[in-house]
């Protein structure tokens, strides 16, 4: 599986942005996708996560701001991001696992190039 994100940008605090992920191959839909972050020297973090079948699960610091969704018919997920905040600065990677709902990044076999998004004050 090859994955591509991409609609990373510079915006400002309280703004929304939506990012996607375009994966190659005929099995996307047998994945697990999920976004991750990474800051200027902080670990990679999970930020959500969508089964096959499209249940999503978030942890606690973006729950309630950020949407996943995935159209296995277009091999694309997206993350929706609202009320963006300083904090949310980092690069944003897309990836693949087979781990069902997994949020560890270590499970996560297949990795996108990332999307840097910068969310100004």
């Known amino acids: 599986v090859q994955l591509q994100a991409f609609g990373g940008g510079l915006v400002q605090a309280g703004d929304s942005l939506r990012l996607s992920c375009a994966a190659s191959?005929?099995?996307?839909?047998?994945?697990?996708m999920g976004w991750f972050r990474q800051a200027p020297g902080k670990e990679r973090e999970f930020v959500a996560g969508?089964?096959?079948?499209?249940?999503?699960y978030y942890p606690p610091s973006v729950k309630g701001r950020f949407t996943i969704s995935r159209e296995n018919a277009k091999n694309t997920v997206y993350l929706q991001m609202n009320s963006l905040k300083p904090e949310d600065t980092a690069v944003y990677y897309c990836?693949?696992?087979?781990?069902?709902?997994?949020?560890?990044?270590?499970?996560?076999?297949?990795w996108g190039q990332g999307t840097l998004v910068t969310v100004s004050s």
């Open positions: 191959g005929r099995t996307f839909s047998t994945y697990v």
């Open positions: 990836a693949a696992s087979r781990v069902a709902a997994s949020t560890h990044k270590v499970d996560y076999d297949y």
């Open positions: 969508i089964t096959g079948s499209g249940v999503a």
